[in-house]
Antibody
Framework: QVQLQESGPGLVRPSQTLSLTCTVS??????????WSWIRQHPGKGLQWIGY???????YYNPSLKSRVTISVDTSENLFSLKLNSVTVADTAVYYC????????????WGQGTLVTVSS | QSALTQPASVSGSPGQSSTISCSGT?????????VSWYQQHPGKAPKLIIY???KRPSGVSNRFSGSKSGNTASLTISGLQAEDEADYFC?????????FGGGTKLTVL
């Protein structure tokens, strides 16, 4: 049973870089057929897709965040990462990592989520 | 890339049915049968309950059903139970990207 777990700082200063990691257990990130994804949820709000990439392909990003986002996959460590540059208080949110099935384009496995607060 | 449109809230009594709509455009919902639905209880991660507009993952109750017509997808929950009270989000493929709906709060009266 594949499981995902987010990790990273819960507090980031404005203008700094938000960095999160999602560790994949119970399966290989190189298995194919999936895109490894990041989604966020502002407090009390809806879900916002950030981006995704496969273990071997190019990343795809939300156009509204594209200039500040980098998603990468580390197959040797079986994890993938998110970097969001130049953060502001508007980036305060719960960040989820999730597995996207490439055939059905549905997020079938989610991490528990991690709250990241941007504050000085 | 605009969010899909969902009603902010719906409600129903135990045992009744409730339907949540998800309105998109010809660039997303209207072009692909790749609509998924997620259930989210407070403080929890979303859970996939419908994929490819009408299919249920293994283990999801058959009280949940999905449909799609044109640019609008719908989620119907029949035989409402107290445990169904949650937020529901739709999501659609939009050509190299995905877009979510704003979410609907289902209240079981």
């Amino acid at each position: 049973q594949v499981q995902l777990q987010e990790s990273g700082p819960g507090l980031v200063r404005p203008s700094q870089t938000l960095s999160l990691t999602c560790t994949v257990s119970g399966g290989s990130i190189s298995g194919g057929g999936y895109y490894w994804s990041w989604i966020r949820q502002h407090p009390g709000k809806g879900l916002q897709w950030i981006g995704y990439m496969s273990h071997s392909g190019s990343p795809y990003y939300n156009p509204s965040l594209k200039s500040r986002v980098t998603i990468s996959v580390d197959t040797s460590e079986n994890l993938f990462s998110l970097k969001l540059n130049s953060v502001t208080v508007a980036d305060t949110a719960v960040y989820y990592c999730a597995r996207l099935s490439s055939s059905s384009v549905s997020f079938d496995i989610w991490g528990q989520g991690t709250l990241v607060t941007v504050s000085s | 890339q605009s969010a899909l449109t969902q009603p902010a809230s719906v409600s129903g009594s135990p045992g009744q049915s409730s339907t949540i709509s998800c309105s998109g455009t010809s660039s997303d919902v209207g072009s692909y049968d790749l609509v998924s639905w997620y259930q989210q209880h407070p403080g929890k991660a979303p859970k996939l309950i419908i994929y490819e507009a009408t299919k249920r993952p293994s283990g999801v109750s058959n009280r949940f059903s999905g449909s799609k017509s044109g640019n609008t997808a719908s989620l119907t929950i029949s035989g409402l139970q107290a445990e169904d009270e949650a937020d529901y989000f739709c999501c659609s493929y939009a050509g190299s990207s995905v877009v979510f709906g704003g979410g609907t709060k289902l209240t079981v009266l």
